[in-house]
């Protein structure tokens, strides 16, 4: 049978089972706002400020010079100048940097362990870098020197808040962190690691170690810094961990469509385009924040005396670290810092500088280090010399990849196996075509093929799934399925990850994990019995276990599986349990990943649920009442019940309680984020797959090829299984259309369009 038959009967065949997907929806359709935008560049107000009060940017710069004095006289010196004589006087290089965890060794067996392995438990995803320190120590000047004018203003009688004039003001270079000149060649065929030069105009936009952005102005309590705090009604914002506790408790049903894989590769995606940088003190190190600390960088979550889920009086929170919001270093609110390029990009494969890939790499035939499979002589990653895992000894180890979160559950390592993989087998294949290309080429050429795939896989079945096809549609964000490059690459489109995303939208995920995973051999069948997902946390064992499939078994059960439903709804090993220790006393340390969401929100000035919802184009709610055009009724009880008034919901909690839009997995208003944000990300993505004809573009008989590729047919590349679902983001049902088929089904990549003619 030809491709191209083949091709249409898989189309065909997921169209059908798309439109078959009967789950109660509100909405037919929905009209989004598709321009979300906020830019805190409002020189207007500036220019009136500098002619209503003489406050210009030379007064700014002394006050930065006054503003380092003190720090200097107050002893804390180091903080500032310890990065600053090492990194502002050569300019700060960022080209080549590496992320760094600040993890101590954990305790073997877990049980007993010191309070100083309890903050690294704790701590296990924080990461940060020597760049985010340097951009923190000036930003947070900034800040002070930001809340220093706005005091100076307050009380004077403008039409306008002064806080919105300070963006007109800004810090000279000197204090200025990001020093962006660059030089870029357009006709490198091949990105760079850590996302400069993707945009030729602005070479440092979507870069590691630069800042979100925003869809919405931000909302702290003192318009720059502080968490939003107070209700609307006066007094206190609920406390995240009430809120969790009646709004997302472990109840969760199975989706009757979407199969777990969906999430994992979620995870996966994430860990590709954001990480936030997590203050750090003087060492270098998370601060830690034991309950009541009263260091600024803490927001420690006090916990509610008739909390009897868990024995602890607190869960530790470290606010994120500071940033600019501009390049330019406009005086205003703190922002927040990404330490990955926000492109689709295979960061969480490849590591974010040069220096990381390098250290991936076996520099032999394109290949990237792996160690030996427990089955079937298959690769694994690459064993770390670190030791925050738990379970560890000489033989079972962390494993390493180009992202530091890698441990963080082995479903998730075992995306990055699977990824892993076929790189590999891709630059085996390709030695094979060109024997002539040495191993540079061989590797960046299956890098470029890869992060094509992966691409591909993105916005062709993972997306269209989770905003549904309309919203898919509606966002350009399908891929074209004739044999045409794509024109919408525009420079003017900032790619960077927008702070609504990131730490709200983009974590719906969490609500997909369910508490128990199946291990699946390639014949359909359960190897063992379920692991529990809270045994798979930062434990690398079962990747290490024969018996059962090792990691294998893990990834096919993924796919046999569903996810959690879409419902608010956080299994318990995640709500309760995430990075337990028990301490001798019997008293438990443990992190509850919904609560630390919301308490997210606020530390980064996230607006509430209902300013978003608005701005998406939803019309805004002036009661819990007028919430059930996007929530179900018994929903909006809970929602009423943990909050005092309609504005003062959190974008998360809200968002996740909404029901799915049409052929979605996601709300009404993470859909309007989660579209607007993978809109930004394709067409403002020089080295989006699609696009062409250019220097650094596919031939379109190598974009046809990749455009065959699907999840389905990456894991029947990489492991030992005959049969499949065509689409493996849907459970293998023939109730879905989608039962399985022999994996030869399913188009085959034919990498001869790239032997190089000579
Ligand atoms: C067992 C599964 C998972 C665990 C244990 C987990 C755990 C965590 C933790 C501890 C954080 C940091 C929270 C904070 O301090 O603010 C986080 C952040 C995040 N998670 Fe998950 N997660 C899981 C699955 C997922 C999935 C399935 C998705 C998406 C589909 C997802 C998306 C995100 C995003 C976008 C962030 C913010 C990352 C950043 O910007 O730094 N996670 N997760």
């Known amino acids: 049978m030809s491709f191209l038959v083949k091709f249409s009967i898989v189309i065909f065949l997921f169209i059908g089972l798309i439109e078959s997907k009967q789950i109660p929806k509100l909405f037919l359709n929905y009209e989004f706002n598709k321009d979300l935008d906020y830019s805190p560049n409002n020189s207007n107000k500036s220019i009136e400020i500098s002619k209503l009060t003489g406050i210009n940017n030379q007064i700014v710069n002394n006050l930065f010079e006054e503003a380092i004095n003190s720090v200097l006289i107050e002893g804390s010196s180091n903080r500032f100048w310890n990065l600053f004589s090492d990194l502002l006087p050569k300019g700060l290089n960022f080209q080549d940097s590496n992320i760094t965890r600040h993890t101590r060794q954990s305790n073997q067996n877990f049980i007993n362990v010191s309070p100083l392995k309890v903050q690294a438990l704790v701590q296990l995803t924080s990461q940060s870098s020597p760049e985010a320190r340097a951009i923190d120590a000036t930003s947070t000047i900034g800040l002070s020197v930001s809340a220093n004018l706005a005091k100076k203003l307050q009380g004077k009688n403008f039409d306008f808040n002064p806080v919105d004039a300070l963006a007109g003001l800004k810090a000279s270079n000197e204090f200025c962190p990001f020093k962006t000149n660059v030089n870029c060649n357009p006709n490198d065929r091949f990105q760079t690691f850590d996302g400069s030069c993707n945009n030729l105009q602005q070479p440092w936009l979507g870069k590691t170690n630069t800042p979100y952005k925003r869809y919405h102005e931000p909302a702290y309590d003192d318009k720059l810094n502080s968490p939003r705090s107070s209700s609307v009604l006066g007094g206190e914002l609920p406390n995240p961990r009430v809120i969790s506790r009646i709004i997302m408790s472990d109840n969760s049903e199975f989706d009757q469509v979407v199969s777990h894989i969906t999430a994992f590769f979620g995870q996966f995606l994430a860990h590709d385009i954001t990480s936030v940088a997590v203050s750090t003190d003087n060492s270098g190190r998370i601060v830690d924040c034991p309950c009541n600390s009263g260091n600024p960088s803490c927001m420690s979550v006090i916990f509610p005396s008739n909390d009897n889920a868990l024995r602890m009086s607190c869960m530790r929170f470290t606010r994120s670290s500071a940033a600019f919001s501009t390049f330019d270093c406009r005086l205003g609110h703190r922002e927040q810092l990404n330490l990955l390029t926000s492109f689709i990009d295979g960061t969480q494969i490849y590591g974010p500088s040069a220096s990381r890939s390098r250290e991936l790499r076996s ?257 805004k709610a002036t009661s819990f009442q007028d919430l059930t055009d996007t929530i179900r009724p018994e929903k909006v009880s809970l929602l009423a019940n943990a909050y005092k008034h309609v504005d003062d919901i959190d974008l998360y909690p809200g968002g996740l309680s909404e029901t799915p839009v049409n052929g979605g997995v996601v709300g009404p208003t993470f859909a309007c984020i989660i579209a607007n944000q993978f809109r930004d990300l394709k067409k403002g993505d020089r080295f989006y797959y699609e696009n062409g004809p250019s220097p650094t573009a596919f031939s379109l008989d190598q974009l046809n090829e990749i455009k065959k590729a699907s999840i389905s047919k990456t894991v029947c590349n990489n492991f030992d299984i005959n049969m499949i679902q065509p689409n493996g983001f849907m459970q293998p049902l023939s109730s879905l259309n989608n039962g399985k088929i022999s994996c030869n089904w399913l188009p085959n990549m034919d990498l001869s369009k790239w032997r190089e003619q000579l």
């Open 363 to 619: 520099f032999q035939g394109g290949q990237l280090r792996s160690s030996p499979s427990v089955v079937n002589n298959r690769q694994n990653l690459p064993q770390a010399q670190d030791g925050s895992c738990r379970g560890t000894n000489e033989q079972v180890k962390c494993f390493a990849g180009g992202e530091g979160r890698v441990n963080e559950n082995l479903a998730l390592t075992g995306m990055h196996t699977l990824f892993l993989r076929e790189h590999n087998r891709i630059a085996t294949e390709l030695s094979r075509i060109n024997p002539r290309w040495d191993d540079e080429r061989l590797f960046s050429e299956a890098r470029k093929i890869v992060v094509g795939i992966l691409q591909h896989i993105v916005y062709h079945e993972w997306l269209p799934l989770i905003v549904g096809w309309n919203t898919a549609a509606m966002f350009d964000l399908v891929p074209l399925n004739d044999q045409r490059y794509y024109n919408g690459y525009n420079p003017n489109i900032n790619p960077s990850l927008s702070g609504e995303f990131a730490s709200a939208a983009f974590r719906f995920g969490h609500t997909l994990i369910r508490s128990q995973i199946k291990k699946f051999d390639g014949n359909g069948r359960e190897t063992s019995a379920p692991l529990s997902i809270f045994d798979i946390i930062f434990r690398p064992a079962e990747a290490y276990n024969p018996n059962n499939g090792g990691i294998d078994s893990l990834v096919l059960g993924l796919l046999n599986e569903a996810a959690s439903k879409y419902d608010a709804n956080v299994a318990d090993a995640l709500q309760n349990r995430l990075f337990e220790v028990r301490l001798g006393d019997g008293s438990v340390i443990a992190v509850d990943l919904a609560a630390t969401n919301i308490n997210r929100g606020r530390d980064h000035g996230i607006p509430s649920y209902n300013s978003i919802r608005e701005k998406c184009g939803i019309k």
